[in-house]
């Protein structure tokens, strides 16, 4: 009985030692000391025995049972750590990387060089406006004074939109994002101040010309506002943009339909060993049309103009992007050039403001 005893013993021990898992641990502790375990039926048979032979086997099959489930319980916790540290290295997670992969898309420059022109309107308190790419001639034209006779529609090189029959009202591609100034007016009234950037198009294409570029339109209205308001406010414009202290600006006597009196704003610059400088040099450059608004726009608006004036510009937002980034030709703009894009390509995630440097 008691090399039965023994026998019983190694041989369970050793299977507790090698058992791989808690469910083979479960199936040898149901085989060991389980109801009809094998300790368990030595046990039963306890009640055959003589009492000495009773004596000496009791004690040791308790002790058998005893031993075989401590055994059960420090390999059932060996293995339950080990699954635990298996989880946490095969769960392991590392939260301090990116939540996405690295990014590499770029901003494109006019879309850069707009956000650079609103961060600056809007400091000076100006929101922004938005109309329709494809325009009424209405808005496009008649109410900014150029009635369907005037010579300046035909210097827009428009581009007409098909109509079912001639009861329809012509439409066409906006040539300018003037037409904004009316649309704002109309549903906002006044006084206010608006830039209004976005997409224009003329039937035009050479390096300084392609059919759709890029406008903004700026309009401030209030009952006190003269010329000396819109000088200050494009110096103050230029400077922030170009980031140079001292701009020069020089205001030439032009003609627009839509203000009275007119100007069209040179900025002085050098090209010195082909480079451009903006604020040095001899040399003057085209870089916007403005004026106070005409009475006759102030009314096609539904605006008083007996009460209310103010002014207007519009400048060419590509033109202004090549001139601060030294881009040569246009149509490289609208060419999807991937490396050209990198090249000018500005961060995503650089914001344009008026403090954090208005180019990042
Ligand atoms: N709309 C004019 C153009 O496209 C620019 C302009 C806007 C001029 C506002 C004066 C005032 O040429």
């Known amino acids: 009985m ?25 199936a040898l502790r149901v085989a060991a000391v389980g109801k009809k375990g094998e300790v368990s039926l030595m046990m039963r048979g306890l009640g055959k025995m003589t009492p000495e032979e009773k004596q000496v086997a009791g004690p040791a099959l308790n002790a058998l049972k005893n031993e ?24 392991w997670l590392d939260v301090t990387q990116p939540s996405r992969p690295a990014q590499n898309g770029t901003i494109h420059p006019i879309s850069q060089v707009t956000e650079e022109i609103t961060a600056i309107f809007a400091d000076l308190g100006y929101g922004v406006a938005e109309g329709p ?20 529609r035909q210097e827009f090189d428009t581009f007409y939109m098909h109509r079912a029959d001639d009861t329809q009202p012509p439409h066409v591609l906006r040539t300018h994002t003037s037409p904004v100034q009316i649309r704002h007016m109309e549903k906002h009234g006044v006084p206010c101040r608006i830039i209004a950037p976005g997409r224009v198009y003329r039937s035009d294409y050479d390096n300084t010309h392609t059919p759709m570029f890029h406008q903004v ?106 001139l601060k980034y030294g881009i040569p030709d246009l149509r490289a703009f609208f060419d999807s050039d991937l490396r050209w894009l990198r090249h000018y390509g500005f961060a995503s995630l650089d914001m344009p403001n008026m403090r954090g440097g208005i180019s990042g």
């Not at 369970?12 to 083979?24: K, M, P, R, Y």
């Not at 750590?81 to 946490?88: F, K, S, T, V, Y």
């Not at 006190?224 to 943009?241: G, P, Q, V, Y």
């Not at 001292?246 to 900025?267: G, Q």
């Open 68 to 91: 075989i489930n401590s055994a059960l319980s420090a390999r059932k916790s060996a293995l339950g750590n080990a699954a635990l540290e298996e989880r946490l290295r095969a769960e």
């Open 217 to 322: 339109e700026g309009l401030a209205i209030d009952t006190d506002i003269s010329m000396a308001n819109l000088k200050w406010t494009l110096e103050e414009f230029c400077r922030a943009f170009f980031e140079v202290d001292n701009v020069e600006l020089k205001f030439r006597a032009s003609h627009f339909p839509f203000t009275e009196p007119s100007a069209e704003v040179d900025i002085r610059c050098s090209w010195a060993g082909g480079q451009l400088k903006i604020g040095e040099g001899d040399d003057w450059m085209e870089i916007l049309g403005s004026g106070m608004v005409h009475p006759k726009v102030l009314e096609a608006a539904g605006v008083d103009a007996s009460k209310y004036q103010g002014f207007a510009f519009g400048m060419g937002i590509d033109r202004l992007a090549m």
């Open 133 to 152: 790419q494809i325009e009424n001639d209405f808005y496009n034209f008649d109410a900014l004074n150029i009635p369907p006779e005037h010579p300046a």
């Open 2 to 26: 008691m090399d039965d005893i023994a026998g019983v013993k190694a041989k369970i021990l050793g299977q507790v030692a090698d058992a791989a898992d808690e469910s083979a641990l479960e």
